[in-house]
């Protein structure tokens, strides 16, 4: 099963169990997001990567200057452990992971949670890559990913039990679009998916398949 159809069958199933009021706060922030034009602001093929040094979730440092000394790297920007489109990306990269080396490239996760909640996404999902906390959103912005989540939307995601201020510690709800770069050894982004829409994610396969090319 392709991540695109497990993404495809959360969708529908959620479908299913929100309610019409929450169905609507959602559609209208989505549709929002989509005419703010951050996605044609967030940097994109051809655009050099900005450099940057990230805690992991295992207390270390990763560098992404010193990881292209080995080869491409693949950058997953995720909003945070918990939402449950991004496990289930996350979970895919692990089942890609191999393939991905054999391509030639590294890979990291970036989210804003902190290192603890990064860790806890390590250990559910059994991650063999590093997941790095990127508190404050600083390496996002520069990459032109982030966005504040919209009052309406706070309140239901608060209702659901996600304090992401709490979790990404900060008093500011913002979080990044989900993202997938790959950035090739002299730092020139080779492939870039930037969706407004959460719920769509890059396939393994297709970042395979670039990775061959470089």
Not at 81 to 103: H, I, M, R, S
Not at 153 to 160: G, H, I, P, Q, S
Request: hydrophobic share 45%; with cysteine; proline share 6%.
């Amino acid at each position: 099963m392709t991540l695109r159809e497990k993404l495809e069958a959360r969708k529908a199933a959620s479908a299913d169990k929100i309610p019409a009021h929450v169905k609507a706060v959602m559609g209208r922030s989505l549709e929002e997001l989509r005419h703010s034009g951050i996605v044609g602001r967030a940097l994109s093929v051809g655009d050099e990567a900005p450099d940057f040094t990230l805690p992991n979730a295992g207390g270390g440092t990763v560098h992404l200057a010193e990881l292209l000394t080995a080869g491409p790297v693949v950058i997953s920007f995720y909003r945070g452990g918990w939402c449950p489109y991004c496990n289930l990306e996350l979970a895919a990269l692990q089942e890609a992971v191999t393939e991905l080396e054999e391509a030639g490239g590294g890979l990291v996760a970036i989210s804003p949670n902190l290192p603890d909640e990064s860790l806890t996404t390590v250990e559910r999902h059994a991650l063999g890559f590093p997941v790095l906390s990127d508190v404050g959103n600083v390496v996002a912005r520069r990459f032109g990913l982030v966005f504040e989540v919209p009052d309406d939307l706070e309140a239901v995601y608060r209702a659901m039990g996600h304090d992401i201020g709490k979790v990404n510690g900060t008093d500011r709800w913002e979080i990044p679009l989900p993202a997938t770069y790959v950035v090739d050894p002299a730092g020139a982004i080779r492939f870039a998916f930037v969706d407004a829409d959460y719920r769509n994610r890059a396939e393994p396969a297709d970042i395979v398949e670039v990775l061959r090319t470089l």
